[in-house]
């Protein structure tokens, strides 16, 4: 029994054995070919890897030859134009001279020829002055100089402008912005796009038509420019802010365009953050949407804690200006280096640490542009001096009525 029991126990080791190398030799092939496995997908995964790197390079090569191009386009485009611009203005006035000449006036029938190419050659100038504009806007060489001003008194200087035009067609022009409305902007930048809406908007009208400019009851810097002619076609309408597509059609009375000018609209306001849209339908009129940021006037008043500094406070709140006021010169340099924008400083030279307050905001390439106003109780003249030495030009001297103060305001936000 002991033998046989000891032979069973022989064969179950060698079968265990057996068992054991075999499943070992399993592991060990699965082991390989799951190692081998991971080192292909390693070695695909650095394929796709190195071809998509290889093809990001590539891109990146296109992108900047792209780029070099246009920009090459661009700047041949702007130099041809700004060297046929003053030829053609010369040519122009030379011309306007021959008409004006009345010791030898020229014929009926010569001055209507005379009188064709002059229009022809100014709607050239036009065009040329257009695509140096867009030139300089999309090189960013044109850089809005953003200021608070009055609405109503652009609109009605761009509307003067175009009054001859309108009452040739008789088309009625209506500025209804409210004299109140203050926005912030560049008024130069802003009449252009205005005058380029306002000229559209009568080219297009007919007899008895109205054309009117109005602020948004809930945004006063969102500016509507409404007419009552033709409209633009939903084809147009898709392409007219494009500016490479010229969208040109003759007006109502044959005037033609350049096909430049919403294009350039839209530089503009893009630059200054803002939209322009239109919304028209094909023979019941158009209206031009122009939203720009909302923008209240903030300023940054550093003066000594009492009556006077509580004054220019007051003042400034009751003329709907964002007071920050500090007199610590470190809490108040703080102030200034916040993600706010500011558009005034007043700072009062007798107080601790006004000048150095000054020299450090004149550095500051955030605030280096915007208005100063200094105040100063010094009758000697020193503080003067120093004024000029840190850069202010406006400097007043202590005390100050609330009318003078009213009117510095007044002058830096109407």
Do not use: W
């Not at 992108?63 to 246009?70: F, L």
């Not at 002619?229 to 939903?234: A, M, T, V």
């Not at 030009?393 to 100050?400: A, E, G, I, Q």
């Amino acid at each position: 029994m002991l033998i046989i029991k000891s032979e069973r126990n022989m064969r179950e080791s060698e079968l265990r054995l057996v068992a054991s190398d075999y499943f070992s030799n399993v592991k060990a092939s699965l082991l390989r070919e799951t190692i081998q496995s991971l080192i292909n997908g390693q070695n695909e995964m650095k394929k796709e890897v190195e071809a998509h790197k290889k093809a990001r390079e590539e891109l990146f090569i296109e992108k900047n030859r792209a780029e070099s191009a246009t920009h090459l386009k661009d700047k041949f485009v702007s130099l041809v134009a700004h060297d046929l611009r003053s030829p053609f203005t010369s040519i122009l006035g030379i011309l306007a001279m021959v008409l004006k000449d009345k010791s030898e006036p020229v014929s009926g029938k010569h001055r209507q020829m005379i009188e064709r190419v002059l229009n022809s050659g100014e709607s050239l100038v036009k065009i040329i002055e257009n695509i140096l504009d867009v030139s300089k806007l999309q090189s960013g060489e044109i850089v809005p100089q953003r200021m608070f001003f009055i609405l109503n008194e652009i609109v009605g200087n761009v509307l003067e402008k175009h009054l001859p035009m309108a009452e040739e067609k008789g088309v009625t022009i209506m500025n209804d912005v409210p004299v109140t409305n203050r926005i912030y902007a560049d008024p130069d930048l802003l009449a252009e796009v205005l005058s380029n809406l306002i000229n559209n908007a009568i080219k297009f009208s007919n007899e008895g038509c109205v054309v009117r400019i109005f602020s948004s009851a809930e945004n006063a810097s969102t500016i509507i420019v409404s007419d009552t002619g033709i409209g633009i076609s939903d084809e147009q309408k898709s392409k007219i802010f494009n500016s490479e597509i010229r969208v040109t059609s003759k007006g109502t009375a044959g005037e033609i365009g350049t096909g430049l000018g919403l294009s350039f609209c839209k530089d503009i306001i893009k630059a200054h953050k803002g939209e322009i849209n239109v919304e028209s339908v094909e023979g019941s009129g158009t209206i031009f949407f122009i939203e720009l940021p909302e923008v209240v006037p903030r300023a940054i008043l550093y003066s000594q804690r009492g009556e006077l500094g509580e004054l220019y406070e007051k003042l400034m709140v009751e003329h709907g200006i964002l007071v920050e006021e500090s007199d610590n010169l470190q809490h108040a340099l703080e102030i200034s280096l916040t993600d706010e924008e500011f558009h005034l400083a007043i700072i009062d030279a007798d107080t601790k640490g006004g000048f150095d307050f000054v020299r450090r905001l004149k550095i500051s390439p955030k605030f280096a542009d915007n208005p100063i106003i200094l105040l100063s109780s010094d009758e000697s003249g020193d503080a003067i001096e120093e004024a000029r030495a840190c850069g202010i030009r406006t400097f007043v001297k202590k005390p100050m009525s609330k009318e003078e103060f009213r009117a510095k305001i007044r002058k830096i936000f109407p």
